[in-house]
């Protein structure tokens, strides 16, 4: 089974960036050549959708997200990016990547923004 590790989260300062990364746990799986998505959940709320990569590289963002982050992808290193600037205590949550249309879900890592 394939399973999808994020890592990079951690305690950060309103403003400050993270970089989270999200690699496939088999080589069987090509992250490269399939739609990303990145989600989050804050705590007593709901996961919601972050951004998305298409196959084609083409990005997409929530509004709240939008201009402040940016989803990459690493092809010889079969993994995808999360690039988040200019953060607020609002964005602190569990991020998870997945592959859409498959099902696979990352384990989930924790970002905070405080100060």
């Known amino acids: 089974q394939v399973q999808l590790v994020e890592s990079g989260g951690g305690l950060v300062q309103p403003g400050g960036s993270l970089r989270l990364s999200c690699a496939a746990s088999?080589?069987?799986?090509?992250?490269?050549?399939?739609?990303m998505g990145w989600y989050r959940q804050a705590p007593g709320k709901q996961c919601e959708w972050v951004a998305t990569i298409s196959r084609g590289g083409t990005t997409s963002y929530a509004t709240s997200v939008k201009g402040r982050f940016t989803f990459s992808r690493d092809n010889a290193k079969n993994t995808v990016y999360l690039q988040m600037n200019s953060l607020k205590s609002e964005d602190t949550a569990v991020y998870y990547c997945a592959a859409v249309g498959y099902g696979y879900w990352g384990q989930g890592t924790q970002v905070t923004v405080s100060s």
């Open positions: 088999k080589s069987i799986f090509s992250i490269s050549t399939n739609a």
